[in-house]
């Protein structure tokens, strides 16, 4: 029904073009726009054309043209940021075609200092460019402008704009405008990036590839009608750059050094013993002519590896579950290293077959991997009591000092649970420009498949040991000296349960963690543009259709083994008589001193020994049938989503006055299966242990459960721009967006567990969050190069989405009796929530400055957001915050240049933000302000050789969440600066 009346729009476009195509004038005038001291040609320059107030912008390839023109003499004037206009009067006539204009811009500074050229000048100016000429609120920077990047993806760049802020460093997600990552959309040249997160989430791991690939970034606040509304916080689109606009023939660039890790800063020892990493990246572009074109066949190719080894340095503490008087209940610490390879091959061919038809190919493969190596696992402890009985704990306990005197649970963690994500995309697209119509299309597969273990050959590869001492007595747990790195210390006189001897540790499994995650996304697209005479005023109609599938599939495959341990027929399990952990002791392991004597000198063991035992000796290990089932019932998904869409939009002037308007509707189904547990006690150990099969049809069922929904929504919008004058412009828009719920709720599951009392539970009836999105915003444009903006925003946001935990169940919640007084965990929409915001932003090259300083440049930017939300009034409120909101952030970059050296620092503040919601006021979770500090430094000799350096967080600043209260930290990690050396050049 959509694609009938879509179709019937654009035919109706494509007429009205043509039929006035076929009554007006045939005059044309056509040209291209180039920068003279470059020879590149450029993309958005402004052509203004006199009488007529029309007005166009260049494409990738610097063409422009007016058609259905009557006959006489027009002015064309041609503006570009940081250059000099240029104007021409043309004639058109009815028998002598317009001459082709050959626009060549240029600026002083390329006159004066022609001994050196600096893409920051021409990135930074080409993205001011594309934003001042944007129909809708965006902000644009070019790779080029922020020099040399600190981790290599594109996440480092992101967060330093405005209303942009980092969820996760460890794996590169961001957040738009107080909108988390899972509601917002990544795209690459326009198609949306798959996602490694399987079912879990909708979010995009920048760190997973490599920011030498792109041009440019954008990040769009107002998405317009011919974009996917999925976007309730905004959309990143990274974008490449054709190679037909070069000046040269050819051209190569490269890039090698070494991430490094200083014995200077606090890293875990086991980093400083792998403190190299090799970077290399190599470029290629060349420009051929084929067949009887002139330089009309490009080849694009980037080759990017760096590996390096990272490290976390973690700890965890949790409190009793009350805002009063509360004991230190649990106590976890993380210290790991391990080695992060990244491999990416991006390529693009562009072919311009004439010059109204070009067609593009490109295609990237990326492969990220996390591969600890022998010695370099997760080293991981966790000591934890009873959450609910103040008993446990001697008298005078408190949030800073608690002494666990019986009941106490000692966990050793140690694993090589690698990750390895391979990024496949291939495009497919062309375009074809008429006298009065432009088509556009392209066709894109975006694939990320995942191995859970990492993809390593090691028969430790994927294996993670968990050695477990039960009912230990006089442990303290103390935060008084140290609120990042308490302290635990045992002081109990039983040798049967002290936690520092290895032999106590009779629970003691491995288990084996592979399966992959897979994320595949379609998406096809064709648009139309027909510019058209309307009522005496010229118009510019676009339809389109598109197409988008998500598929999502999860399929685990962990199994579980207890070490010298056997069951008889009767389910009862007992320890072999020579059971002895002691032998895979590894005393060579170092662990991070900050975590204290208490957790450094409790046992390590050598996983490679474990998973080599179980592999020559399988007698001395019982293998878990009923895990391994349960398991696969528990994560096994698989979900389809199909968005069928259609827009009309048109776009016009009225004078000063740009205006574009239109409407998107969307039509979204989805069909998932999963196996879903029925709400029923769980089987008998002697079940689990003598049927295990039996055990899970009793608790699964036999069929997985099918889970089928629709929905249509239509999506209109107005933008209007105005102009000043040609450097100040005023902007007011209202778009219309959608988040859809995370995926794996969008599927009947269920599952409790019996040691934590938790109940976890989807939500199929979670409905999509739909937001009002309003903008006003005042923008000059600042000479050479440089820009001033003060923007304020609203989000009218209803159905919002939020993880709740912390709901006792109760008699009357729906759940099975032997449920009641268990923790329910499950998503929720809440009532309405309205974000207000306010971005100021500030760039410029300060030329006006005297020498040394005229090639100072600085970037500023403020962003303050307030928040409003009400949940689900059946729900008890315990703050209005919403989950992933930061209310203020600030930026702050210097860049100069003198000669040949170019510097830089970085300041970047964020503010504290509620990372978990909970019914409970004593769960909470909140992360505290954060600020960081970057420096760079390049020096070029000749543009084929330069030196760069980059440090990332010179201040080794941590991440540090509270719960409850503000007093009460509840996770710190430490990461640890980056240090980057290397040359770089072109020729």
């Known amino acids: 029904m959509i694609s009938r009346i879509i179709a019937l729009l654009v035919l109706v476009a494509i007429s009205a073009g043509a039929s006035t195509a076929q009554d007006a004038p045939p005059g044309r005038i056509s040209g291209v726009v180039r920068n003279k001291a470059t020879g590149l040609f450029l993309r958005d320059a402004i052509i203004e054309l006199h009488p007529g107030g029309r007005t166009a912008a260049t494409d990738e390839l610097g063409r422009f043209s007016f058609s259905v023109l009557s006959h006489g003499l027009y002015t064309i004037t041609v503006s570009y940021m940081g250059l000099e206009s240029f104007q021409r009067t043309v004639e058109v006539s009815a028998n002598v075609p317009a001459p082709e204009i050959d626009a060549q811009l240029t600026d002083p500074v390329y006159r004066l200092e022609a001994f050196v050229v600096s893409g920051e000048r021409e990135g930074a100016a080409a993205a001011i460019t594309r934003q001042r000429n944007a129909d809708n609120v965006k902000t644009v920077v070019a790779l080029d402008s922020f020099g040399f990047l600190p981790n290599e993806d594109p996440s480092d760049l992101l967060i330093r704009l405005p209303g942009v802020n980092t969820e996760d460093p460890d794996i590169g997600t961001i957040s738009v405008r107080g909108i988390d990552s899972s509601r917002n959309a990544v795209t690459y040249d326009g198609a949306q990036m798959a996602t490694s997160f399987g079912m879990i989430s ?66 875990t020892p086991r980093r400083i013993d792998s403190p190299f990493g090799p970077i290399a990246a190599l470029g290629y572009k060349q420009i051929f002519s084929i067949g009887s074109g002139l330089r009309n066949f490009g080849v694009s190719l980037e080759l990017f590896h760096s590996k390096y080894t990272n490290s976390i340095a973690r700890t965890d503490t949790e409190y009793a579950p009350t805002m009063g008087n509360a004991y230190i209940y649990r106590f976890k610490t993380q210290d790991s290293a391990d080695y992060r390879t990244t491999d990416s091959a991006t390529l693009r061919f562009d072919y311009k077959y004439s010059n109204s038809t070009r067609f593009y190919v490109s295609a990237l493969f990326s492969q990220a991997k996390t591969d600890p190596a022998p010695g370099m696992e997760g080293m991981n402890t966790d000591f934890r009591a009873n959450p609910n009985s103040a008993s446990a704990y001697a008298p005078g306990y408190n949030e800073d000092y608690s002494t666990v005197a019986t009941g106490g649970i000692m966990q050793i963690i140690q694993g090589y649970l690698g990750f390895l994500d391979r990024q496949t995309r ?3 697209g062309g375009e074809h420009k008429y006298s009065f119509l432009e088509l556009d299309y392209d066709f894109t597969y975006s694939n990320s498949s995942v191995d859970l273990d990492g993809g390593g050959n090691a028969s430790s590869s994927g294996n993670q040991l968990i050695a477990q001492l039960w009912n230990i007595t006089d442990s303290t747990l103390d935060r008084t000296g140290n609120a990042e790195f308490p302290t635990y210390t045992y002081a109990g006189t039983n040798s049967a349960t002290n936690p520092y001897k290895a032999d106590n540790y009779t629970d003691f499994r491995l288990y084996h963690r592979q399966g992959t995650r897979d994320g595949t996304n379609y998406e096809a697209k064709i648009n139309a543009k027909a510019n058209i005479d309307l009522f005496g005023r010229p118009v510019q109609l676009s339809s389109g259709l598109a197409w988008q599938q998500v598929g999502l599939s999860e399929n685990p495959d962990t199994r579980q083994w207890r070490y010298k341990y056997s069951y008889n027929a009767a389910g009862s399990g007992s320890l072999a008589s020579d059971y002895a952990v002691a032998q895979f002791l590894d005393p060579s392991i170092k662990i991070d001193s900050r975590f204290g004597a208490g957790i450094t000198e409790l046992p390590r063991f050598h996983i490679g020994l474990v998973s080599d035992d179980l592999r020559d000796n399988p007698g001395n290990w019982w293998h878990n049938e009923y895990y391994y089932l349960q398991d696969q019932r528990n994560n096994t998904r698989d979900l389809r989503e199909n968005i069928y869409a259609a827009y009309l939009m048109g776009r016009t002037r009225f004078g000063k006055l740009g205006v574009l308007a239109g409407a998107r509707m969307e039509y979204t189904e989805f069909d998932g299966e ?67 719920p995370p995926p794996r709720q969008l599927i009947s599951t269920f599952s409790y567990n019996d040691t934590n009392q938790t109940v976890t539970v989807s939500n199929p009836d979670l409905q999509p969050e739909y937001a009002n999105n ?93 928040m409003d939300a009400s949940y689900d009034a059946g729900v008890p ?18 860049r100069y240049h003198y000669k040949r050296l170019w510097c830089g620092v970085a300041y970047n503040y964020t503010d504290s933000k509620l990372v978990t919601y909970s019914d409970n006021p004593a769960y909470l979770e909140y992360r505290k302000g954060r600020h960081q500090i970057d420096l760079n430094a390049s020096f070029r000799i000749k543009p084929f050789i330069e030196f760069f350096a980059t440090v990332n967080n010179i201040t080794d600043e941590p991440y540090v969440n509270y719960i409850g209260k503000e007093s009460r930290n509840y996770r710190t990690i430490y990461n640890g600066p980056n240090l980057n050396i290397g040359i770089s050049g072109r020729f």
């Open 202 to 267: 909708r979010s995009f791991r920048f760190i997973n590839i490599s920011a030498s690939s792109f041009e440019e970034l954008e990040v769009i606040k107002a998405p317009t009608p011919n974009m996917f509304a999925s976007s309730l916080g905004g959309t990143v689109n990274m974008k490449t750059k054709t190679t037909l606009n070069m000046k040269e023939d050819v051209q190569f660039t490269y890039r090698a050094g070494f991430k490094l890790s200083p014995s200077l800063f606090d890293y």
């Open 426 to 428: 291939v495009q497919i």
């Open 674 to 740: 999963a196996w879903e547990r029925t709400k029923t006690p769980a089987s008998s150990t002697v079940e689990q242990v003598t049927d295990p099969s039996g055990s899970i049809e009793k608790e699964y069922g036999m069929e997985k459960k099918h889970t089928h929904n629709s929905y249509t929504d239509v999506f209109p919008g107005i933008h209007l721009t105005y102009a000043f004058h040609r450097n100040f412009l005023a902007r007011a828009s209202w778009s219309t967006s959608i988040g859809r």
């Open 774 to 866: 309003f903008d006003l915003s005042l923008e000059y444009y600042l000479k050479p190069v440089g820009l001033f903006s003060i923007g304020a925003f609203r989000k009218e946001i209803s159905d919002f989405i939020y993880n709740s935990r912390g709901k006792i169940i109760g008699p009357d919640d729906g759940y099975p009796d032997f449920l009641e007084g268990y923790t329910e965990n499950m998503y929720r929409n809440g009532g309405d929530a309205t974000i207000n915001g306010l971005e100021i932003s500030y760039e410029q090259q300060l030329s006006f400055l005297p020498r040394p300083f005229k090639d100072l440049r600085i970037n500023l930017n403020y962003t303050w957001m307030d």
């Open 877 to 894: 409120r315990t703050t209005d915050d919403m989950p992933n909101f930061i209310p203020n952030s600030f930026n702050a970059r210097l």
